[in-house]
């Protein structure tokens, strides 16, 4: 990879970081459209061992990469939550694009509003910041339910397992968190 595609995307993932930092801004996503390389993507899922028996939730679902994914490979029902008009759009075509309507529902949704009560795999990709936020809701899902973050953990809660993924897209190293409910929550005061 050339060192100014490198710098680009460095570049990019700084600006979900860096965008996740800043005050909330009413109902507009403070954390901007950035897309989980697709192989990236496929090694989330399979980390996540999802089934056709799962539903799966993309927080902030971007293009709905990931839950046209979760549909086509492995048959189960997904949702996209976004706040970003155009993302709403965006996803709505690759869902119709992808003939996986009847297993894939987009919202437009504050990701800090939706119930993920019904929802057994949950993939992030915005921020330690709104990860933090979510933590309630995460928590809130049953047993055995997994969260896939790409990119950055979830703040004092122990993964189950840390993997690292190079996107042949980009040649670029990625961290991939894994985590299982009930969530092992680190103790205060831990370094
Ligand atoms: C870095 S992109 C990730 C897109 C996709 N999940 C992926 O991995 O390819 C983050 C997405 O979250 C959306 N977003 C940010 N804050 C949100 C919020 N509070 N509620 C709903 N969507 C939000 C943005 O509009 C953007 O599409």
């Not at 056709?52 to 971007?62: E, F, I, P, S």
């Not at 492995?74 to 996803?91: N, Q």
């Not at 075509?93 to 949950?122: C, N, Q, Y």
């Amino acid at each position: 990879m050339s060192a100014a595609r490198a710098c680009l995307v460095v570049l990019a993932l700084s600006a979900v970081a860096a965008a996740a930092a800043e005050p909330p801004r009413g109902k507009k996503p403070v954390v901007e459209f950035v897309p989980t390389p697709q192989d990236v993507v496929e090694k989330m899922l399979a980390a996540a061992k999802v089934t056709k028996a799962d539903v799966v939730a993309d927080l902030g679902c971007g293009d709905g990469r990931i839950v046209v994914t979760a549909a086509r490979v492995y048959g189960c029902k997904a949702v996209g939550y976004d706040l970003d008009r155009e993302c709403v759009k965006r996803s709505r075509a690759a869902v119709e694009k992808a003939g996986v309507g009847k297993l894939v529902r987009i919202e437009e949704a504050d990701i800090l509003e939706v119930d993920l009560s019904g929802v057994t795999v949950v993939t992030l990709f915005v921020g330690t910041t709104l990860n933090a936020k979510l933590l309630p809701q995460l928590e809130k899902m049953k047993a055995g339910s997994r969260v896939v973050s790409h990119v950055f953990p979830i703040p004092g809660v122990t993964p189950d397992k840390v993997l690292k993924v190079t996107s042949a897209e980009d040649d670029v190293e990625r961290t991939v968190y894994l985590y299982t409910l009930p969530l092992m929550k680190e103790k205060a005061g831990k370094q």
